[in-house]
């Protein structure tokens, strides 16, 4: 496995090519997710997203992982009692995962929801990556048995205020939250190019940034509602 040093030394990672369609054909849903460092903001903007979504006439289904099922309960559980090795880690998010697509994202686009999620695997790719992991390899094998987004919202934001952020809401903070841990994790984040990806800017306040989603998700919507009404 790479050391954060090794990761730096080789100076973060590659692009990837684009590959992906805006709208997928795999199912009549559409899925949006939300990533970024912590301190981004992504619970509440999710929260604002599918409330936007609703007030639109969408029928949304909103979750985040790690989930409240029992592979997400154990990863919040370890956050506090002291950390699971990394192979543990990656396993028990790959569980979580596997049940979170079966039990609820899966089932949900085949209903044509809009399913907002709060964090995916990119957050392993960044969070698994910095603990020696390959993120391409992650992306692959999530890829093999997890949905692709239609839209991925990267919430932008400089480390330094993610740590003020961080700061004023965790005391000390804890070992995920770690300056140099966000950074690289930050650095892996935006190697993910393709299609669906949208950066958007997360310094601003709250409401202007859920106007600056809104915005980011508006001509997905049209789309959507074009191809329903065909
Ligand atoms: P989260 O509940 O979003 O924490 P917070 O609300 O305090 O930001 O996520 C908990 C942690 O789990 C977060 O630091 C990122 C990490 N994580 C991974 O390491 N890998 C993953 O695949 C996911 C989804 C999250």
Known sequence: MESIADLRSRGGYSAQPATS???????????????????????????????????QGFKVTQSREPTDGPYGRKLRESATTGRLSAEEELDLFHKDRHEHVETTIRPALNEGDIVVLDRY???????????G??????????????????????????????????GVRDGQGNQFERKESLQL????????KDDFVQ????????????????????????????????
Do not use: W
């Open 21 to 55: 369609l805006n709208l997928s054909t795999n199912h009549p849903g559409f899925l949006i997710v939300l990533e970024g460092i912590d301190g981004t903001g992504k619970s509440t903007q999710a929260r604002l997203l599918t409330e936007g979504l609703q007030k």
């Open 121 to 131: 695997y990119f957050s392993t790719m960044a969070y698994q990556g910095i603990r």
């Open 133 to 166: 992991f390959d993120p391409q390899e992650i992306r692959r094998t999530n890829e093999g048995f997890a949905p692709r987004p239609d839209l991925l919202l990267l919430l932008e934001l400089s480390v330094d205020t993610a740590m003020n952020r961080i």
């Open 185 to 192: 994790c930050r650095e892996i984040f935006h190697s993910v």
């Open 199 to 230: 950066v958007v800017d997360a310094e601003q306040p709250v409401e202007q940034t859920h106007e600056a989603i809104m915005r980011t998700v508006h001509p997905s919507l049209t789309s959507l509602r074009a191809r329903r009404a065909q």
